[in-house]
């Protein structure tokens, strides 16, 4: 009984081969089953055959298609429009692939233009295969219109927190304005260029059309200037010199590198020159291959032989040692002409 079962399943299928291979009707069937927007057209345009899909797109009978000029009844226009597949495999022979919106044919298309060509390789006519994208495509502006609305609810945040950043340093500055302890005011003074030094991060973020990743390099230039501004009363004394490679920093890693860069640089503008005395600050940030350098060094007085800069209560170093380990980076100091902290990180791009 299992050999006569095996024996009808070969059977049928060697029948369903010949009804389909060896005939006429067998091919049609296929031909029309198969879902795309089948058209044949000759060298002239001229619709030879279609399949039922591509008919009905056209609500016209398969029969009814042939003969017509293909331009005429998918683009309504009077002669083939630019960059037309057809043309241009007429041209060179060879097949051509293109995503193009058929209103017509209701929606978006990729299409496949294929050369039928003879024995001797002359470019016969051609076959064209439009298989139906208009689903993806309507997927596709629905996530780029929401990811339109979601940078600009970044943007928005950004913006605030720039501004709600600024009110804070505004404050800052106007209580200190009643505080008489010298000391206390130096205070209320860092702490409103930290809340600064984050508004300008915020803002950049804000006016770029990359809401990941800052141009460090201007960024980097603008803060230092500004501290150098506010901390150094007679500039012919110390000298700020920057040197800064073309840097792109990922935005995780750019907040909490301002941060230091505003406590290094704020260090040495306050303490390394005392009593009048010159000399040179120099800001350096550099890439050497995977990993990035951040330097802050000075010739001033140089900082303290019986301070671990590493275990120290003093706000600034602490804020310094806490970010550069949220970076995974590495802070190192050197005494050999003044105070040189490097701090060595990778990018998170």
Known sequence: MQENMVKNVSNNTF???????????????????????????????????????????????????????????????????????HEQLLKDGLEHVSEIEEKNLGGYFIVTASPIKDDEGNVLGSIHIAHDITQRRKIEEKLEKTLEEKNILIREIYHRTKNNLMVISSLL?????????????????????????????????????DLENLDFTEYIINLSNDLYDTYTLDKNLIKLVLNIDEVTLNVDISIPL?????????????????????????????????????????????????????????????????????????????????TKFTVTFKDKN
């Open 173 to 209: 500055s106007l209580q200190s304005r009643y505080i008489k302890d010298k000391n206390t005011q130096s205070i209320f003074k860092e702490s409103q260029n930290r809340a600064k030094s984050m508004a300008m991060i915020h803002e950049k973020l804000y006016r770029s059309g």
């Open 15 to 85: 029948k369903l081969k010949q009804t389909l291979l060896g005939s006429e009707s067998g091919w049609e069937l296929t031909f029309d089953a198969i879902p795309d927007l089948i058209t044949i057209l000759d060298r002239s345009h001229r619709v030879v055959k279609v399949n039922k899909a591509m008919a009905e797109r056209l609500k016209k009978s398969p029969d009814e298609c042939v003969g017509i000029i293909c331009y005429h009844a998918i683009h309504n226009c009077d002669s083939p429009p630019e960059n037309c597949p």
């Open 258 to 338: 301002a941060l230091i860069l505003n406590e290094l640089l704020t260090n040495s503008l306050k303490h390394a020159f005392p009593d009048g005395m010159d000399g040179e600050i120099k800001v350096e940030l550099k890439k050497y291959d995977e990993n990035y350098q951040l330097s802050v060094g000075d010739n001033g007085i140089g900082f303290p032989e019986d301070l671990n800069y590493h275990d120290t209560n003093t706000l600034g170093m602490l804020i310094v040692n806490s970010l550069t380990d949220q970076i995974d980076g590495e802070l190192k100091l050197e005494k050999d002409n003044g």
